[in-house]
């Protein structure tokens, strides 16, 4: 990690989406959590407490927020991918990561989840 590197991480986001391919997903919401991490060069944010110079994390959050909240998915590959595609989007990001928890998916554990990851090409 180069040293002007910052790390937003938004930290178990709770939210609630149609998600699954069974009958009783399509039909009823259920509880996701949403882990993401930027990384993104802050060498001007560090030096000017200017809010244009630096990510906008509440921007992010609710792009993400309106994705989930407002759509279908049949398979946690596609909305992962969905809200990294939103993490990653601007430029200065170098590297992202999305990690998304379904609780309760399975009956013996406490959740499943996927995570997906994207690194800026050189």
């Known amino acids: 990690m180069k040293p002007d590197t910052a790390i937003i991480r938004i930290k178990n986001l709770r939210l609630r ?27 001007k944010a560090r030096n000017s407490d200017n809010v244009a ?23 946690l590959e596609n909305l992962t991918n969905q809200t990294l595609s939103i993490a990653s989007e601007h430029d200065w990001v170098e590297f992202a990561s999305v990690e998304i928890d379904k ?19 050189h």
């Open 17 to 43: 989406t149609y998600i699954g391919i069974k009958e009783e997903e399509i039909n009823n919401q259920q509880d996701v959590i949403v882990n993401v991490i930027i990384h993104y060069c802050a060498d």
């Open 103 to 121: 609780p309760h998916a399975l009956r013996f554990a406490d959740s499943v989840s996927m995570e997906l990851c994207y690194q800026k090409p």
């Open 53 to 75: 110079d630096a990510l906008n994390y509440r921007t992010i959050t609710k792009k993400i927020i309106a994705l989930i909240e407002n759509n279908r998915f049949a398979l």
